[in-house]
Nanobody, 124 residues
Framework: QVQLVESGGGLVQAGGSLRLSCVYS????????IAWFRQAPGKAREFVATIKWSRGYYGDSVKDRFTISSDNSKNTVYLQMNNLKPDDTAVYYCAAKRISTIVVKTHDYDYYYWGQGTQVTVSS
């Protein structure tokens, strides 16, 4: 019943763009309960972006380059990634809270459900 499915990852050169998609379960989630995280080899999971009341919130390392949005008719949250850098290379995950919150959450332990991840590789 509870499901998150990411897609859109790939290999791009520095300066390029990708758009990731996360399709979520209609019954359990709203777009405001979804966030993007990423994890590079040997590093901890890092907050990337989340959306609350149509406003995006971003990690410092991606602010002004990435944009989060949603399409409620498709039950999908997107992450538009522009001006990609080699340091953006990571597995990108979408995640969902178990219980909806008013306060914006940016830590991985605030989320319960996770997708399988999609690999993003940025070459120099």
């Amino acid at each position: 019943q509870v499901q998150l499915v990411e897609s859109g990852g790939g290999l791009v050169q520095a300066g390029g763009s990708l758009r990731l998609s996360c399709v979520y379960s209609v019954r359990t989630f709203t777009s405001d309960d979804i966030a993007w995280f990423r994890q590079a080899p040997g590093k901890a999971r890092e907050f990337v972006a989340t959306i609350k009341w149509s406003r995006g919130y971003y990690g410092d390392s991606v602010k002004d380059r990435f944009t989060i949005s949603s399409d409620n008719s498709k039950n999908t949250v997107y992450l538009q990634m522009n001006n990609l850098k080699p340091d953006d290379t990571a597995v990108y995950y979408c995640a969902a809270k178990r219980i909806s919150t008013i306060v914006v959450k940016t830590h991985d332990y605030d989320y319960y459900y996770w997708g399988q991840g999609t690999q993003v590789t940025v070459s120099s």
